[in-house]
Structures are given as C-alpha cells and as structure tokens.
C-alpha cells in the first residue's frame, strides 16, 4: 500500500564520474558520486566561493553529444 510519498532513488553510477560545476563566470572540476531525480551528489575541492544556480557538466555525457 502506498502512503502518497515520492520515493526516491539514487543511481550510482558504475566509478565516480569527472564533471564541471560551472557558475556566474567561474567553474571547478568536481566528481559525481550519484544523480537521482532530487538532485546529485558531488565532490569537490572546496565549496567556498561556488555560487547558486549551478550548471552541471558531465564530461560522459559532453563526449557522446559530441
């Protein structure tokens, strides 16, 4: 039975994935340790200095489009 709640599910992809984190002017490289509909989990450096919205690059899916 179902009580109404979207659930939730994370997919984590097979090795952590390189990616770019690109925002207003500026960018750093990060990792991407999964992606789920809410959101993604990301690694990075350092946080200090990366501004809202961010535009997220995955260098996979940047080399099939190419």
């Not at 979207?6 to 999964?34: M, N």
């Not at 450096?45 to 899916?61: C, H, M, Q, R, T």
């Amino acid at each position: 039975m179902s009580d109404g709640r979207r659930e939730q599910v994370g997919v984590a992809p097979q090795s952590p994935e390189a990616a770019t984190i690109s925002f207003g002017g500026g960018a750093t490289s990060c990792t991407v340790g999964s992606l789920s509909d809410g959101g993604a989990s990301l690694e990075v450096g350092s946080p200090i200095g990366i501004l809202d919205p961010i535009v997220l690059e995955l260098k996979a899916f940047a080399a099939h489009a190419e």
